[in-house]
């Protein structure tokens, strides 16, 4: 499933949302929010991930939970592998039309989420991407701390745009930038996708931000008037990085960026019945 190039792309992240919930979500629940989800119009959700039940608990029910949903042609399924062996599972499923994986550009942090060095963590992304040559499925590739770490590891936006590179000569074509601990400033924003986004014209490069209730705008801001369309975001603002030192820090909210986008005049194909609806079973499920 091509996703359009030529407009504002949403991912609603429901399991982002979801992973790090701490009590856990009954499938039917779960099946019931993101089947609400899927009348809204967004482009992208990401529901699910195929990794160890031991790592994220919140979901191990997600082979139960894409057999259940109720597929359209107007959003794409996303759904989050690690490694080669979640890559094969989700292959089996033909209504997934992304395989996300989170690369990061921090060593320590690559080593503390996934247990792989990032040589090892490439490793892995090039062995999934020859997996899914002629499955019709494509990689999405988040670039965990992507604009800067808290542990002292190195970094510099050129890094961004070298592992870009890399990356893309695998033949992969959707990336999304991740602020994970939520270290991002509007002017880094700005350095960042003013860097990358002229030298890859051919990418889908979009941004996945951790966000407060004071600095979300400004964010957006920043990666909107610097040419990005593409963004991740969640109702309510739910999950996010629980390392970020602000406990206020979340997913940026598909209200505000809505309503933000709305007032920059950008046409969506939202339903606005079906929000609502999809909000409501959100607040019964996050209280």
């Known amino acids: 499933m091509q996703l359009p190039s030529n407009r504002v792309v949403i991912t609603e992240c429901p399991r982002d949302a979801m992973q790090g919930w ?37 979901m191990a029910d997600t082979h139960e939970v894409v057999k259940a949903l109720e597929k359209n042609e107007r959003t794409a399924l996303l759904a989050i592998a690690v490694n080669q062996r979640g890559a094969e599972q989700a292959l089996q499923y033909p209504l997934i039309d992304f395989i996300g994986f989170p690369f990061s550009l921090s060593e320590t942090f690559q080593l503390r989420n996934a247990r792989q060095t990032q040589a090892e963590a490439f490793a892995q992304v090039k062995h999934i991407q020859q997996l899914l040559q002629g499955t019709g499925k494509q990689l999405l590739v988040y670039l965990s701390m992507g604009f800067g770490n808290p542990y002292g590891d190195p970094y510099h936006e050129e890094w961004v745009y070298t592992w870009l590179g890399r990356l893309s000569d695998l033949g992969i074509r959707y990336f999304a930038l991740a602020d994970t601990v939520a270290l991002a400033t509007p002017d880094r924003i700005r350095r960042v996708f003013n860097r990358v986004l002229p030298a890859f014209p051919e990418l889908a490069i979009g ?4 966000v407060t209730p004071r600095n979300w705008r400004d964010h957006v801001a920043a990666a909107f008037e610097s040419g990005c369309r593409r963004f991740d975001a969640a109702l309510g603002g739910y999950g996010g990085c629980p390392m970020a030192e602000d ?7 598909t209200e505000l960026l ?27 499920i996050f209280m």
Request: proline share 5%; glycine share 4%.
């Open 22 to 58: 701490p009590k856990i979500i009954p499938t039917e629940a779960k099946i019931r929010y993101l089947n609400a989800l899927l009348q809204v119009g967004f482009d992208v959700l990401d529901f699910g991930s195929f990794v160890s039940p031991k790592a994220v608990p919140q």
């Open 247 to 253: 406990h206020l820090t979340g997913n940026l909210s």
């Open 207 to 210: 941004a996945h931000f951790h």
């Open 258 to 284: 809505i309503d933000y986008l709305q007032q920059q005049e950008i046409e969506l194909s939202i339903r606005h019945d079906a929000l609502s609806k999809a909000i409501h079973i959100m607040n019964e």
